[in-house]
Structures are given as structure tokens and as C-alpha cells.
């Protein structure tokens, strides 16, 4: 039977499609850690995830792969301050 993961287990992160036996499926579908899946070919779940430039998944700091969508707390941006003109003394020659 073939399940989407619905949260983070020893083996499978969030998001993650597996064909598994029916009767360990049955088991996740009732606790909640999984829903079954219905869709066709390979699976979409890295379209739910940001992306490096090499198409690898962005990892936080904690090994999770991070959403698309997900709102990220940031420091705020700070101006750099401009630097002061200082005379500069010309010799005389």
C-alpha cells in the first residue's frame, strides 16, 4: 500500500511516499502518522520544498527539510552606516 508520511519517523520524513506492507500501513493510517496515498507516477514531494540551486533540498538546522511557504525568522536587515569624509592633507612640494 503506498502512504504519505505525515510526520517525521525513524525512517521517513514529512511529505515522504513509501509502499509499505498493507498491515504496517493500516497501523500508521490509524495512528495518525500517515494518510494513504492516491497519486500516479513519482511522487511530488520535492515541489513542497525549498530548493538549492542544484535542486538539492534546503536543510535547516536540525536536518528538516524547509517549506516552500514556511515564514522564516530572520534578523532584521540593518543600513550600513556611511562612512564619515575625512580631509585628506595634500604636500606641498
Do not use: C, W
Amino acid at each position: 500500500m503506498k502512504i504519505k508520511y505525515l510526520k517525521t519517523t525513524h525512517d521517513s520524513n514529512i511529505g515522504d511516499v513509501k509502499e509499505i506492507p498493507d498491515f504496517q500501513a493500516n497501523v500508521l493510517l490509524k495512528i495518525g502518522i500517515a494518510e494513504l496515498f492516491e497519486g500516479e507516477g513519482k511522487s511530488n514531494k520535492d515541489s513542497e520544498f525549498l530548493q538549492n540551486l542544484n535542486f538539492t533540498p534546503v536543510v535547516d538546522d536540525f536536518g528538516l527539510r524547509v517549506l516552500k511557504n514556511a515564514k522564516l525568522d530572520l534578523p532584521p536587515k540593518q543600513e550600513p552606516q556611511p562612512k564619515a569624509k575625512t580631509k585628506s592633507k595634500t604636500k606641498a612640494k
